[in-house]
């Protein structure tokens, strides 16, 4: 009984910013970490970056700069800021809830959204 819905992905040119949201519903205690995934068709699905409840953020390199992560911890929702855009961020980006602790489960479990596409075109 938990939702992880994204929105915000679409077409863009190169140099161009999308913001992409994130939010999760349910019956939610607490979600320790959010994070944002990319997978293309030809790669590994990729961690983009994550943010702790805390405010501490991780970034995969490639982005870094360039994409900005935040959340609303009251909301359960994050964002995804991303500027500067290239047709290498071309892909499926997946939201992730992880660490969730639930009014109907004693563990902490992780929970992805459906993923929205983002193209940048050159």
């Known amino acids: 009984q938990v939702q992880v819905v994204e929105s915000g992905g679409g077409l863009v040119q190169a140099g161009g910013s999308l913001r992409l949201a994130c939010t999760a519903s349910?019956?939610?205690?607490?979600?320790?970490?959010m994070g944002w995934y990319r997978q293309d068709p030809e790669k590994q699905r990729e961690l983009v970056a994550r943010?702790?409840?805390?405010?501490?953020?991780t970034y995969a390199e490639s982005v870094k700069g360039r994409f900005t992560i935040s959340r609303d911890n009251g909301k359960n929702t994050v964002y995804l800021q991303m500027n500067n855009l290239e047709p290498e961020d071309t892909a499926v980006y997946y939201c992730?809830?992880?660490?969730?602790?639930?009014?109907?489960?004693?563990?902490?479990?992780?929970?992805w959204g459906q993923g929205t596409q983002v193209t940048v075109s050159s």
């Open positions: 992730c809830a992880d660490e969730v602790t639930t009014t109907f489960s004693g563990g902490k479990f992780r929970y």
């Open positions: 943010i702790i409840s805390g405010g501490t953020t």
């Open positions: 349910g019956s939610i205690l607490s979600i320790n970490v």
